[in-house]
Nanobody
């Protein structure tokens, strides 16, 4: 199983940008579909974005579409989430996750289909 470590969270004002990064080790990075999920206090973990093994396919939650961009670098074993025009509703702990499931929208947007998770990084958007 691949191990994942997130970084880049913080506290920002509405309208600001943040870039989250996730570094992977211990597996064949390009064999994994990668995803970002988030969990706000008292809420279930929800899908944010996902990217296929070679980066050719991406998908986003409607709430972040047009504001967030997921990318990966298979030479550096990293995946990133660029978050622009942040809103208070984006406040949550953000998790990087990996799955060996092949690309299928119903699968790669479902948290329970991911077998490896990072420890999470807090993002707080507040004025």
């Amino acid at each position: 199983q691949v191990q994942l470590v997130e970084s880049g969270g913080g506290s920002v004002q509405p309208g600001a940008s943040l870039r989250l990064s996730c570094a992977a080790s211990g597996g064949t990075f390009s064999a994994y579909t990668l995803g970002w999920f988030r969990q706000a206090p008292g809420q279930e973990r929800e899908f944010v974005a996902t990217i296929s093994r070679l980066g050719g396919n991406t998908a986003y939650a409607d709430s972040v579409k047009g504001r967030f961009t997921i990318s990966r670098d298979n030479t550096k074993n990293t995946v990133a989430l660029q978050m622009n025009i942040l809103e208070p509703e984006d406040t949550a702990v953000y998790y990087c996750a990996a799955t060996r499931h092949i690309w299928h929208i119903a699968t790669v947007t479902t948290p329970t289909k991911y077998g490896s998770w990072g420890q999470g990084t807090q993002v707080t958007v507040s004025s």
